[in-house]
């Protein structure tokens, strides 16, 4: 057998048995499908293939998900696995120090041989760009499954204090798979009773909203805060996959690549990136009003004034595709006028819809007053891309001359996941220096 | 289960469906059927229809246009299907059907962003999940585009969109398509196009429950 049973948790079933390797809130959307086909033996192949398909599961991963996978009645026995191999990628020093792959993804790899029915991996092989997680996990094992209704079991707790749906509301937004950015957030909560989950790796990604920061020590104690609360807002991540299967009253920020987990059922709704939409929708869910007609948004559909957007960019060149946040701006000294057409309050995103010419001498003035300032300190970088490639994952920041090296993979994957992946700004963790 | 609930349907085949879906969500507890109009079953229990049409006696009719007190859009927004919501502009899928059948009418669609791709009918929704934005000439085609959270834009020789359809941008004629396509911010109509699906569908559902209730 390639698996090698690391530990196991339950009595040994000889019912249908299947093997998942990450991540984890992929491992929570196959549940519907391990359901549906009877699964009462789930392992969990640790694997991390950084230099393949980017997936990971450690072992402490895994034993993070254990108690909500035990707390499953159809799910008799988990066992952690893995295939003891790593693979090296290019030579020397640096192929033994980071290898692509430690365990191996087992996508294509025959289920007898690993000694189960299913082998859940299958999912990567479905058009994941235009399919839902959870149908994905279905279609790869040639079933489907409605993903509406809820699909975690939450065990009764005696010593539960917050009934559900009444406790506050829960944040949880990560550096990758997402649209809007963390001031957005901030905005929008600002005055509401708001409790803040994830690791304590990734509590920069929510610095600035107000609320007290929570790290699970494991994903039913996290799913049990989940379903306490009057409203999970967050990013495509394993909180708001727990929130999916919970169906709680969800409001999801989604990526522009790839949109396949978004809500399916009741409760659950897209945040709007419109600032006064979003506050609407969230009262609306908040008072229970989310299903009556909120009118029409018309923005996207009449012709639109055109609006000025200027980004520097050092070398002489203004791009046609540009975001600008305003309360930045405002907040340090509001040198830029709010131009023609711009009507809305801040925080406000804009487009410039047109190539502009460098030589207009108002494009170049208000380039320069545009150009940041050396007291905003709004963890913004350029990217200037340096390995090539159309995803432009590492480069280095030439942002107030900081030059520091950017890698999407390791500080933030939002250049890469994000709608701000054509925009050439990227944001990683805080970034205090500033030589300018 | 109790016995099947026959419905004799009048609607398009995807509507039926989008009214089966619903009934299935709203009362699981009966094992709803389809029949097509032209059979003649000894029992109904409703009879389906867009506008008034002669029914058994003593068998409700459940009207979904207007004068039926239906003020929601066409039933076959509610069709099971697997949705694939969009952000981006990137693939137009071009259905040649209605005012774009005829291959002059298409060869004036000059111009559309991203990659397009024409297919000369409906397609199959695993198709039409792979574009961003539909280009059509029956409202139908589009309809279905909306059901897969998709925007459409229909050419309908008259260019007026219908307020209960807002994610369905009407032009008159080929060469205007390029005009909403240009004002289209996906990013910000993604989200909307969700949330309003998921309104409509919550009061299609109500509205059905009402009409299920007693029968």
Known sequence: MLLRTVAAFGPETSGPSAVHSGNMGDIIYALPTCKALGVERLVLNLCADPGL?????????????????????????????????????????????????????????????????HVLDRFRLQPLDHCHLIQAHAAAQGITVDGAPPFLHMPRETDTVTAAGQGPIVLSLTPRYRFLDTAFFADLLHGLPVVKVGSAAEAWTVAGVPGDFITATNALELARLIASARLFIGNPSLPYA???????????????????????????????????????????VLDGRSEEDNGMP????RPRPRRLGLRWRGDGEVFDEIRVLWTDMEQNGAHLP???????????????????????????????????????????CVLVPRSGGSRRRRGICDRHGCRQPIDAAGDDARGASS?????AYLVHAPHTRNSA | MSAPHLLLCHLSPRAGHGVLSLLRTVRPDRDWTLLPASTAPGEVAAVLARGKVATPDGVPLWRFDAGGGWSLPDPALFVPIAEAPTRRLETVLVVSDGALAHPEAASRLNGLPGRVRHVPAIPTPDLMAEADVVVCGQLE??????????????????????????FILAVAEPEDVMEPLNTLDMAALAPELFNWKRRMRHAAEARVAALAGDS
């Open chain 1, 53 to 117: 398909s980017g997936r990971a599961l450690s072992e402490s991963a895994a034993r993070f998900l254990l108690p909500l996978l035990e707390a499953q009645p159809w799910l008799k026995r988990i066992e952690l696995a893995r295939v003891p191999i790593r693979v090296a990628n290019g030579f020397g020093v640096k192929a033994q120090a980071k290898p692509a792959a430690e365990g191996l993804p087992l996508d294509l790899v025959d289920p007898e041989e690993l000694g189960v029915d």
């Open chain 1, 242 to 284: 727990l929130a999916e299967g919970l169906k709680v009253p969800r409001l999801v920020d989604v990526p522009d690549f790839p949109l396949n987990a978004f809500p399916l059922g009741r409760n659950g709704w897209l945040m709007p990136s419109d600032p006064e939409r979003a506050a609407d929708l969230l009262h609306a």
């Open chain 1, 419 to 423: 709608g701000l992946r054509r925009s």
């Open chain 1, 338 to 380: 709010r131009p023609a057409g711009c009507t809305r309050a801040a925080p406000f995103r804009f487009r410039l819809a047109r190539r502009l010419g460098w030589s207009d001498p108002e494009i170049r003035r208000r380039a320069a007053d545009h150009r940041p300032q050396p007291h905003e300190q709004d963890r913004r």
């Open chain 1, 298 to 301: 018309p923005a996207f559909i």
């Open chain 2, 141 to 166: 085609t589009a309809i279905v585009a909306n059901a897969l959270l998709k925007p459409a834009v229909l050419v309908d020789g008259a260019g007026i969109s219908d307020p209960a359809l807002p």
